[in-house]
């Protein structure tokens, strides 16, 4: 029978959640919890939504399981303050890995792999951790608490990632590298030397041609009419 879920968020990253517990899970979603500030109706995706005030009682931490379905604001410190929040309620915390991501790896509570993830053999994850479709984990790699792995980025093997680390789309992060806590990594970003905690990484922006669509494709052969 499957397991009552709750999901703290009603925004994108809670609707993203939603679809892969209800796909294949052993949880049914039974209602969704906001702070009080962000609850502007009693419904979210046909469910219930609730405030965090009003949760213990309405769905009780004896009867229900949570999984904090969160962005990665403060540098994934809102996330991993709820997830300590839910945790002092008494609730159980779920984890979902999706059934095509196969491989000899741990998860954590509150932790997701999503589909199209490549997580090699023995890789550990902690509590907290998202890694978003496309991302690769290379072996004996360790991912702390709270960290967020965004789709295309890519780490090597029997490298660490302190907690709360931020991994933006397409960052590269070499073999055998050592990660403080809290980085920031940018998109397209390559990381080939440990960095110490707090630190940010960031790639310019691809420069834009001198010229507009219309004139490109008329000099271009392949977009020519």
């Known amino acids: 029978m499957a397991q009552p879920l709750i999901l703290f968020g009603a925004g994108k990253i809670a609707q993203a959640a939603s679809y892969y517990f209800e796909r294949d899970s052993d949880y049914r979603i039974v209602a969704y919890a906001c702070d009080t500030l962000f609850r502007t109706s009693e419904t979210f995706l046909g469910k219930p939504l609730i405030t965090a ?3 213990p009682t309405a769905y009780p931490p004896a009867e229900h399981t949570l999984f904090v379905a969160l962005g990665y604001q403060g540098i994934n410190q809102l996330r991993a303050d709820k997830v300590a929040w839910a945790r002092a309620q008494g609730y159980r915390l779920a984890k979902y890995r999706s059934p095509h991501v196969l491989g000899d790896y741990s998860l954590g509570e509150n932790s997701i792999v999503m589909d199209g993830a490549a997580i090699q053999p023995a890789v550990t994850l902690g509590d907290d951790v998202f890694v978003w479709g496309g991302a690769m984990i290379g072996h004996h790699t360790h991912i702390g608490d709270h960290c967020w792995l965004t789709g295309g980025c890519a780490i090597g093997g029997a490298s660490s990632l302190g907690a ?3 991994v933006g789309l397409n960052a590269t992060i070499g073999h055998e590298i050592a990660l403080g806590e809290r980085c920031l990594l940018g998109a ?3 990381t080939s030397k440990p960095l110490p905690a707090g ?3 960031i790639a310019p922006d691809t420069e834009t041609h001198r010229l507009n669509v219309d004139q490109f494709s008329r000099l ?3 977009f020519r009419l």
């Open 164 to 166: 709360g680390t931020f």
């Open 220 to 222: 271009s052969a392949c």
């Open 188 to 190: 397209h970003t390559l």
């Open 53 to 55: 005030d009003d949760l």
């Open 199 to 201: 630190t940010v990484v």
